[in-house]
T-cell receptor, first 113, second 112 residues
Framework: EAQVTQNPRYLITVTGKKLTVTCSQN?????MSWYRQDPGLGLRQIYY???????DKGDVPEGYKVSRKEKRNFPLILESPSPNQTSLYFC????????????FGQGTRLTVV | DQQVKQNSPSLSVQEGRISILNCDYT??????FLWYKKYPAEGPTFLIS?????DKNEDGRFTVFLNKSAKHLSLHIVPSQPGDSAVYFC???????????FGQGTILTVHP
């Protein structure tokens, strides 16, 4: 079954404690991205990757890091989480250049206290 | 700067009637537009798309209309069903843009 898998689904952490949210896709897509969803703001792109070892900033990259060492995996790293990073996060993958149909993971609800 | 806007946070419709969700954009570089549907506790799922070379695309009960001169697109759902109740996001991208930009979402509620 074609899917994008994120882990964990829920996470509560404390300010400053480094964390990683994993994302894996089994569709051999070149393009992967991370979004955060906040009330009234919709989905905003954090980082994207057009292929292995190629990453770039989206619209709200501050406080986040990513890496793309393998085609299927695209982890999101919060080196020093802060309360304003409390949000619902989605990983997505798509064929081609990233402006066509994207397949989303089920989301990670992150709370930073 | 919100390049893709959905100005109606919510819409309530009776079962069997038409639902019309609207979306406006500002960036002329956008040439591909999509609608996604999202249920609670799930990721968004692709619904329908349209390229800027067309002004209408239809898939079953769902039709997307694009008015390039007005920089406006709309999603029509006919007839609406209770299972259509969800958050709908419009998104825009382009061959020279390299990513999707999403609107704020509209909560659609279809009453039986």
């Amino acid at each position: 079954e074609a899917q994008v898998t994120q882990n964990p689904r829920y996470l509560i952490t404390v300010t400053g404690k480094k964390l990683t949210v994993t994302c894996s896709q089994n569709m051999n897509h070149e393009y992967m991205s991370w979004y955060r969803q906040d009330p009234g703001l919709g989905l905003r792109q954090i980082y994207y990757s057009m292929n292995v070892e190629v990453t770039d900033k989206g619209d709200v990259p501050e406080g986040y890091k990513v890496s793309r060492k393998e085609k299927r995996n695209f982890p999101l790293i919060l080196e020093s989480p802060s309360p304003n990073q409390t949000s619902l996060y989605f990983c997505a993958s798509s064929p081609g250049n990233g402006y066509t149909e994207a397949f989303f993971g089920q989301g990670t609800r992150l709370t930073v206290v | 700067d919100q390049q893709v806007k959905q100005n109606s946070p919510s819409l309530s419709v009776q079962e069997g009637r038409i639902s019309i969700l609207n979306c406006d954009y500002t960036n002329s570089m956008f040439d591909y537009f999509l609608w996604y549907k999202k249920y609670p506790a799930e990721g968004p799922t692709f619904l329908i798309s349209i390229s800027s070379i067309k002004d209408k695309n239809e898939d079953g009960r769902f039709t997307v209309f694009l008015n390039k001169s007005a920089k406006h697109l709309s999603l029509h759902i006919v007839p609406s069903q209770p299972g259509d109740s969800a958050v709908y996001f419009c998104a825009a991208g382009g061959t020279s843009y390299g990513k999707l930009t999403f609107g704020q979402g509209t909560i659609l509620t279809v009453h039986p």
